[in-house]
């Protein structure tokens, strides 16, 4: 079946632009996290939905980052006014939730930013 | 809050040596512990799990025991090969879905 898919795959932006980043989780997959990757770092958790459930926006790095899911399917987090320090792989992963945490996490190949 | 810590890389290994990759964590309640594995270009992909305490995760020939009393999930292979090289990350997921990942332990074995 068809796993989690990211648009666009790469994306070069000046600095001072915005950018949408777009996740089209698994189907029926109830939870949808955002990560960043930045160059030979780890995972940074950036924001979880799950549901209906008002998300966990914990790891947003500043209030330039948004993110919403629509439908309980598709997601966009937004980055606005980018800089340079944003430039990373920004990795989207479902799950099929149900607050069970056995369940694990399906990663899209991520969009690489670079912000010039 | 909850944490993952897992040992500093780079790990540089010759073929068909053990490893070892550590492991431990930080969480309220009883999480599940995760293996995740990145091979060069590739995206991340589940290596391995356990959901419960003295559970044992295996696969590909790597194993990891959840040892709740030492709240630790290291990472074992007996025999590594050149194909292993990839960046390895312990992660757990609470009871509310919430994943917390480790900051990847890269892995290089060489012929």
């Known amino acids: 079946g068809a796993g989690v898919s990211q648009s666009p795959s790469n994306k070069v932006t000046e600095k001072g632009k915005d950018v949408e980043l777009r996740c089209d989780p698994i189907?029926?997959?109830?939870?949808l996290y955002w990560y960043r990757q930045s160059l030979g770092q780890g995972l940074e958790f950036l924001i979880y939905?799950?549901?209906?459930?008002?998300?966990?926006k914990s790891g947003l790095p500043s209030d330039r980052f948004s993110a919403e899911r629509t439908g309980g399917s598709v997601s966009t987090l937004t980055i606005q006014r980018t800089q340079q320090e944003d430039s990373a792989v920004y990795l989207c992963?479902?799950?099929?939730?149900?607050?069970?945490?056995?369940?694990?996490?399906?990663f899209g190949p991520g969009t690489r930013l670079t912000v010039t | 809050g909850d944490s993952v810590t897992q040992m500093e890389g780079p790990v540089t290994l010759s073929e068909e040596a053990f490893l070892t990759i550590n492991c431990t964590y930080t969480?309220?309640?009883?999480?599940?512990l995760f293996w995740y594995v990145q091979y060069p270009g590739e995206g991340l992909q589940l290596l391995l799990k356990?959901?419960?305490?003295?559970d044992k995760g295996s696969n590909k020939g790597f194993e990891a025991t959840y040892r709740k009393e030492t709240t630790s999930f290291h990472l074992e292979k007996g025999s590594v090969q050149v194909s292993d090289s990839a960046v390895y990350f312990c992660?757990?997921?609470?009871?509310?879905?919430?994943?917390?990942f480790g900051p990847g332990t890269s892995l290089s074995v060489i012929p």
């Open positions: 356990a959901t419960k305490a003295d």
């Open positions: 969480a309220t309640g009883y999480p599940s």
């Open positions: 189907s029926g997959h109830t939870a």
């Open positions: 992963a479902s799950s099929p939730g149900l607050a069970v945490s056995s369940y694990e996490q399906y």
């Open positions: 992660a757990l997921k609470t009871s509310y879905d919430k994943v917390i």
């Open positions: 939905f799950q549901g209906n459930s008002a998300p966990d």
